[in-house]
Each structure stands twice: as structure tokens, then as C-alpha cells.
């Protein structure tokens, strides 16, 4: 029997069967999704920030940029505009993810994390549900932002979710890609690269422009990127107007959209769960 | 009786590095005890303390917590374990009841399990005043009780410290000082690392002295009680302190008389010390010869050499928080 105020005599040890270890891998995460969830809430200014930051882009593409933009084709710019910037908002959760991962890394929470007997994947199945949330939100603002200046889906409902679903899913492995950075890095000055290195990134790719209207190989190059096929995919699911394009990878936007983010997160999934258990080893 | 931690020819190099953080570390133990790693910054006391938490792996040796292998059986051995690192590792953004209930509830309490064990806690570690408050908001010490708080949610066999203290001022330090008693008091055995020499003192039944000695990389350059460690540089030492410095041949001739060696004079603090063999006898014979000769004296001490003292004479080194 121990007293009520008792700091506790030594009862390590008293943990759960190691059966129900998938269990409390799931409990795990779930606890940690808490925890991001209720950093949200107290930090409303963050979410404001990144939602804030996409519809920014929409306006000035929108109101300042857009008059000037035309459609190879015909249609209207700023329908196919939309689609794209969904998709650079789903790129920019990148370095939010990275960021969060830094941040505990540097504060020893990863560390505390690693000394416990807890699912290492846990930790980051836990971050990456929390992101997905955070995503879906953002997204949303950003769907009735696009419906407030103009945009038009005309595809139906299911082609609708399909779209959404697209997004989510690039939003998904790219978040991997940012957790497998935010563990290897040790600065949060390498976060600021990789924030700057987002623009290049996106701008080398079909979200914009065609990528027929860029030199030759600078234009393959970018039809190859996948965000452009998450972009056309989902403007065509949208029926929105898009470029086009010759090239086998631009004939197939939805099928690429599929495989372009199992791809990455066939990749970096395991490399983070690697990184994880020997970081610093 | 299994040690609680030992450590057998660690060697650890950085990749990249060229020097070897550890070079034959050696460290053994026994359960329900404190053991300091004292040295200065660089002589390998985290790099050890991170190899014993599985956080990283050695190079060679072997070393086990509770009967666990670190290397092969780090399951087991992180269920033994807590550890208070460097930095406070709680959620700056939540509060501090939300940080010991979701650390509770990732050492699987049960939800309702969790929320009491954080209450005990909050009320053991005096935070219960502060448990709605934002961590962010909370002062050093506060944020260290709470982070060792989080680490004795299970109650571990073995806590590891590392440089718990560091940047927090004496009222902090005290607090924290005061928590790992009470931890060790339930059972808990503590290794904790320090480049304080006072800090050793008073919390550590056992000090390890860390250094790189040379070319060679971080080891155990001596080990042992704080007296033993004490003993190594000499017995105890008698100070006379007197009122009027015209007393000050008299009493250095006492003092030359009593212990039967030449003191050292120093006439601007009007001190006169000198080594003691038998401390009690010496401090007698002071007393007497100091009223028959009417000398006025302001402080008298018999007194162990200080760890400074200590680790001065161990490594040639001045004293550790200067060599940091």
C-alpha cells in the first residue's frame, strides 16, 4: 500500500504485456495526436498563420498576377489557378511538420521520448495524424476562400471528394518528408532552407504556368514534379481548365497522383522510423 | 545484489570525430544509491549518461541497468529508467497538470490512473499552484521539478541526471536538490553528472571524476567517497584567524608548536594555517594555548580540503566550473 502523496517506491517494471504492444502503439499515437491538437488550441495564432498565408496567394494570383495569365487552349485563368495553389498549400506543410519535429528534438522531448518504453512509431505516427488535421482545416479555409473569388468545381460531388482526397493524400507523404528532415537536421536554420527552397520547388512545376511554355528540358522537368500531377488531377476532378500536354506523365495526372505519394511514402516512412531509433547514435 | 548500473571499457568515438568521448569508462553502482559523474565540460559525462539510456550506442564495452544489457535488451531497460536531461523536456505550451497526464498516459496509466498520479505529483513537487498554468510561463526551478516530476510518473529504478542544476540560481538549485532526496528516499537510484563540486558533495554517496587526461579520451580518473576522495589530498587543515595583527607571531608559533609544521602567514586576512593529523586533539591544544597566551582570536576551524581542493590536485587543473 503506498500513501497518497508518495513519490512512489520503486515500481518500474509494473508495464503491460508485451501483447498488447500494437494496442498501446495505437494508444500512443493517439495521446500524442492529443498533444498537437491541444498545442493548436493554445497557439491559435499558428493555425491563423497558415491558413492565413495560402489565402494571401490566392488574392495576389487571384487579383494581381491572374489578369495577365492565359490559358493555352482558352478558360478561364483563375479556374485553373485554384486547383494549383491547393496543391503549393499542401507542399508548404512541409516545413510546418519540420518545424514541429525540430523543435522537439532541440527541447529534449524527442530524447524523453526515446528513453521511454513507448512504439518509436508512435512518436511519428502520433505527429503525422495531428498534421493531417491541421491540413484537412487549412484546406477547407482555403476551398471557401477559392468559391468566395470565383472558382467553380464542376465536377460533381464525388469527383469532388476525389480531388480532396488527392491533396490530402501528396499533403500525407509530404509530411514524411518533413518529419525525415526535421530528424535529421540539427539547426533551425536548415528549416529556413528548406522553407525558401518550397517557392523554387513549386514554381518548377504545372501548378502555375503550362509547363509547354517553359524551355524544353526545364519543361519536362517540371511535368515530372509531382505536384504537377496532383495539379492537373485535380483540376480535371474539379473540371476546371488545365494545360495539357503531351508527355506520357501528362497524359496520366490521376493515376500519377495516386503513385507519385506512395512512392514517397513508401520511401520515407521507413527512413524516418530509422532516423528516429538511431538518431544521434 | 545486482547492480543498478554498471559499465564495463566503454569506448565511444563521434562519427567524424577524431578525439574518443569515452575511452575505457568504467562505473559500477549498487541500488538505492546516489553516484555523481563529476567533470568538466567535453570529459564525456552525457555521452556516458546517453549510452546508459539507450540513446546512443557504444562503440565497445558493455554496460547494463538493473541486470539489462544497454545494447541488446534496450526494451527492458528503458521500463527501469528516467531520465532528466539537460534541457527541462516538458511541453513548454501545455500546462503542468496536461504534461503529466499525457506523459502518464504514454507510461500507459489508465486515463484515470494518470490523472491522479499527476496530482500526487503536482503536490509532491509543490506545483500544485501552478498546475494550470502554462509551462512556458513557469521559472527554472519550477520547470525542473516538474520535469523530474514527469520522470518519477513510474517511479524508476534507476534516474539519470544530467547536469540538473545548470542555469538555475541557488533557490532552484536547492529545490531540486531537496525533490532527488526525497527520490532516493523512496528507493530510486540516482547517477546524475555535475560540474559542481558542491553538488557532488551534497547529494552523491559516490563521485566518479571524469577527465581527459592527455591523448587520452574521457575515463575515470578516480573514484570513492567524498572523504576518500579528500583523503587523497591530505589530511584536514587548521585555520586560526586572529583579532589584532600584532598577535600574529604568537599564534603562528602556537599553531607551529601544536601541529609540529611550519604554517603558512598571511597577514592581510591576519590567518595562519597549517595540515592536522589528529583534528580533535589539534583543536584541544588550540583552544588552551590560545587563553594562556591571551591571543584574541577571531575564528577558528578545523576543516576537510575542499573537493576544488580535490580535483585541483587530481586533474592539475584549476577548479572545474573555471576549467568549464
Same mark, same amino acid.
Not at chain 1, 497558415?50 to 487552349?73: D, E, H, K, R, S
Not at chain 2, 490512473?113 to 509543490?126: I, K
Given at each position: 500500500?503506498?500513501?497518497?502523496?508518495?513519490v512512489?517506491?520503486?515500481?518500474?517494471g509494473?508495464?503491460?504485456?508485451?501483447?498488447?504492444?500494437?494496442r498501446?502503439?495505437?494508444?500512443?499515437?493517439?495521446?500524442?495526436?492529443?498533444?498537437?491538437?491541444?498545442?493548436?488550441?493554445?497557439?491559435?495564432?499558428?493555425?491563423?498563420?497558415?491558413?492565413?498565408?495560402?489565402?494571401?496567394?490566392?488574392?495576389?494570383?487571384?487579383?494581381?498576377?491572374?489578369?495577365?495569365?492565359?490559358?493555352?487552349?482558352?478558360?478561364?485563368y483563375?479556374?485553373?489557378?485554384?486547383?494549383?495553389?491547393?496543391?503549393?498549400?499542401?507542399l508548404?506543410?512541409?516545413?510546418?511538420?519540420?518545424?514541429?519535429?525540430?523543435?522537439?528534438?532541440q527541447?529534449?522531448?524527442?530524447?524523453?521520448?526515446?528513453?521511454?518504453?513507448?512504439?518509436?512509431?508512435?512518436?511519428l505516427?502520433?505527429?503525422?495524424?495531428?498534421?493531417?488535421?491541421?491540413?484537412?482545416?487549412?484546406?477547407? !479555409?482555403?476551398?471557401?476562400?477559392? &468559391?468566395? /473569388? #470565383?472558382?467553380?468545381p464542376?465536377?460533381? %460531388?464525388?469527383?469532388?471528394? *476525389? +480531388?480532396?482526397?488527392?491533396l490530402?493524400?501528396l499533403?500525407?507523404?509530404?509530411?514524411?518528408?518533413?518529419?525525415?528532415?526535421g530528424?535529421?537536421?540539427?539547426?533551425?536554420?536548415?528549416?529556413?532552407?528548406?522553407?525558401?527552397?518550397e517557392?523554387?520547388?513549386g514554381?518548377?512545376?504545372?501548378?502555375?504556368? !503550362?509547363?509547354?511554355?517553359?524551355? &524544353?528540358? /526545364? #519543361?519536362?522537368?517540371?511535368?515530372?514534379? %509531382?505536384?504537377?500531377?496532383? *495539379? +492537373?488531377?485535380?483540376?480535371?476532378?474539379?473540371?476546371?481548365?488545365?494545360?495539357?500536354?503531351?508527355?506520357?506523365?501528362?497524359?496520366?495526372p490521376v493515376?500519377?497522383?495516386?503513385?507519385w505519394?506512395?512512392?514517397?511514402?513508401?520511401?520515407?516512412?521507413?527512413?524516418?522510423?530509422?532516423?528516429?531509433r538511431e538518431?544521434?547514435? | 545484489?545486482t547492480?543498478?548500473?554498471?559499465?564495463?571499457?566503454?569506448?565511444?568515438?563521434?562519427?567524424?570525430?577524431?578525439?574518443?568521448?569515452?575511452?575505457?569508462?568504467?562505473?559500477?553502482?549498487?541500488?538505492?544509491?546516489?553516484?555523481?559523474?563529476?567533470?568538466?565540460?567535453?570529459?564525456?559525462?552525457?555521452?556516458?549518461?546517453?549510452?546508459?539510456?539507450?540513446?546512443?550506442r557504444?562503440?565497445?564495452?558493455?554496460?547494463?541497468i538493473?541486470?539489462?544489457?544497454?545494447?541488446?535488451?534496450?526494451?527492458?531497460?528503458?521500463?527501469?529508467?528516467?531520465?532528466?536531461?539537460?534541457?527541462?523536456?516538458?511541453?513548454?505550451?501545455?500546462?503542468?497538470?496536461?504534461?503529466?497526464?499525457?506523459?502518464?498516459?504514454?507510461?500507459?496509466?489508465?486515463p484515470?490512473?494518470?490523472?491522479?498520479?499527476?496530482?500526487?505529483?503536482?503536490?509532491?513537487?509543490?506545483?500544485?499552484?501552478?498546475a494550470?498554468?502554462?509551462?512556458?510561463?513557469?521559472?527554472?526551478?519550477?520547470?525542473?521539478?516538474?520535469?523530474?516530476?514527469?520522470?518519477?510518473i513510474?517511479?524508476?529504478?534507476?534516474?539519470?541526471?544530467?547536469?540538473?542544476?545548470?542555469?538555475l540560481?541557488p533557490?532552484?538549485?536547492a529545490?531540486?536538490?531537496d525533490?532527488?532526496?526525497?527520490?532516493?528516499?523512496?528507493?530510486?537510484?540516482?547517477?546524475?553528472?555535475?560540474?559542481?563540486?558542491?553538488?557532488?558533495?551534497?547529494?552523491?554517496?559516490?563521485?566518479?571524476?571524469?577527465?581527459?587526461?592527455?591523448?587520452?579520451?574521457?575515463?575515470v580518473?578516480?573514484?570513492?567517497t567524498?572523504?576518500?576522495?579528500?583523503?587523497?589530498?591530505?589530511?584536514?587543515?587548521?585555520?586560526?584567524?586572529?583579532?589584532?595583527?600584532?598577535?600574529?607571531?604568537?599564534?603562528?608559533?602556537?599553531?607551529?608548536?601544536?601541529?609540529?609544521?611550519e604554517?603558512?602567514?598571511?597577514?592581510?586576512?591576519?590567518r595562519?594555517a597549517?595540515?592536522?593529523?589528529?583534528?580533535?586533539?589539534a583543536?584541544?591544544?588550540?583552544?588552551?594555548?590560545?587563553r594562556?597566551e591571551g591571543?584574541?582570536?577571531?575564528?577558528?576551524?578545523?576543516?576537510?580540503?575542499?573537493?576544488?581542493?580535490?580535483?585541483?590536485?587530481l586533474?592539475?587543473?584549476?577548479?572545474?566550473?573555471?576549467?568549464?
Open positions: 500500500m503506498s500513501a497518497p502523496a508518495d512512489g517506491h520503486v515500481r518500474a509494473v508495464l503491460p504485456a508485451e501483447g498488447s504492444r500494437l498501446w502503439a495505437l494508444t500512443d499515437a493517439a495521446t500524442l495526436t492529443g498533444r498537437y491538437l491541444a498545442h493548436l488550441r493554445h497557439q491559435p495564432a499558428e493555425l491563423a498563420g497558415a491558413i492565413g498565408f495560402p489565402i494571401l496567394l490566392v488574392l495576389m494570383f487571384a487579383f494581381l498576377l491572374g489578369g495577365m495569365m492565359a490559358v493555352p487552349g482558352g478558360g478561364d483563375r479556374q485553373a489557378l485554384l486547383p494549383g495553389l491547393f496543391t503549393m498549400t499542401m508548404f506543410g512541409l516545413s510546418a511538420t519540420m518545424v514541429a519535429v525540430v523543435t522537439d528534438a527541447r529534449g522531448i524527442t530524447d524523453r521520448f526515446r528513453s521511454m518504453p513507448m512504439a518509436p512509431s508512435a512518436v505516427v502520433g505527429r503525422a495524424a495531428a498534421d493531417m488535421v491541421t491540413s484537412a482545416i487549412t484546406l477547407g !479555409a482555403l476551398l471557401l476562400v477559392g &468559391l468566395a /473569388v #470565383g472558382w467553380r464542376s465536377g460533381g %460531388p464525388a469527383a469532388f471528394v *476525389a +480531388a480532396v482526397g488527392l490530402l493524400l499533403r500525407f507523404a509530404l509530411l514524411w518528408v518533413g518529419i525525415y528532415l530528424l535529421l537536421v540539427r539547426s533551425p536554420g536548415a528549416v529556413t532552407a528548406v522553407q525558401t527552397l517557392f523554387p520547388f514554381f518548377l512545376s504545372g501548378l502555375f504556368v !503550362a509547363p509547354a511554355t517553359m524551355p &524544353l528540358v /526545364v #519543361g519536362a522537368v517540371a511535368e515530372w514534379n %509531382p505536384l504537377s500531377s496532383t *495539379a +492537373a488531377a485535380t483540376r480535371a476532378l474539379f473540371g476546371n481548365p488545365g494545360w495539357g500536354g503531351d508527355s506520357w506523365v501528362a497524359q496520366h493515376l500519377m497522383a495516386v503513385v505519394p506512395l512512392v514517397i511514402v513508401a520511401v520515407f516512412a521507413p527512413l524516418s522510423v530509422h532516423r528516429y538518431m544521434s547514435r | 545484489m547492480p543498478a548500473v554498471t559499465a564495463e571499457a566503454i569506448r565511444k568515438r563521434y562519427p567524424g570525430s577524431g578525439a574518443l568521448a569515452l575511452d575505457g569508462f568504467d562505473l559500477s553502482v549498487p541500488p538505492g544509491t546516489v553516484h555523481g559523474l563529476l567533470g568538466p565540460n567535453g570529459a564525456g559525462k552525457t555521452t556516458a549518461i546517453r549510452i546508459l539510456t539507450t540513446l546512443l557504444a562503440d565497445s564495452g558493455r554496460a547494463t538493473a541486470g539489462f544489457d544497454v545494447g541488446t535488451q534496450a526494451a527492458h531497460v528503458r521500463r527501469q529508467i528516467g531520465l532528466v536531461g539537460q534541457y527541462a523536456a516538458v511541453d513548454e505550451i501545455l500546462d503542468g497538470r496536461r504534461n503529466l497526464v499525457m506523459f502518464g498516459r504514454l507510461f500507459h496509466l489508465s484515470a490512473g494518470a490523472r491522479s498520479r499527476a496530482d500526487e505529483l503536482l503536490e509532491r513537487f509543490g506545483l500544485t499552484g501552478a494550470g498554468r502554462s509551462v512556458g510561463r513557469y521559472s527554472g526551478g519550477m520547470r525542473r521539478r516538474l520535469d523530474l516530476a514527469v520522470s518519477m513510474l517511479a524508476p529504478a534507476v534516474l539519470f541526471l544530467d547536469e540538473p542544476t545548470t542555469g540560481d533557490r532552484g538549485r529545490e531540486v536538490w525533490a532527488v532526496r526525497a527520490l532516493v528516499a523512496g528507493g530510486t537510484t540516482v547517477l546524475l553528472t555535475t560540474q559542481y563540486l558542491d553538488e557532488a558533495d551534497q547529494l552523491a554517496d559516490r563521485i566518479s571524476v571524469l577527465a581527459h587526461m592527455g591523448e587520452v579520451g574521457g575515463r580518473i578516480a573514484e570513492g567524498p572523504d576518500e576522495l579528500r583523503s587523497r589530498v591530505g589530511g584536514d587543515r587548521i585555520d586560526l584567524v586572529v583579532h589584532h595583527p600584532a598577535d600574529l607571531p604568537a599564534a603562528a608559533g602556537l599553531v607551529r608548536r601544536v601541529t609540529g609544521s604554517p603558512e602567514v598571511d597577514a592581510a586576512t591576519r595562519v597549517a595540515p592536522v593529523g589528529d583534528r580533535m586533539a583543536l584541544a591544544a588550540m583552544v588552551h594555548g590560545l594562556e591571543i584574541d582570536a577571531e575564528d577558528l576551524t578545523v576543516r576537510r580540503p575542499t573537493l576544488d581542493e580535490v580535483f585541483l590536485q586533474t592539475g587543473a584549476p577548479t572545474v566550473e573555471v576549467a568549464a
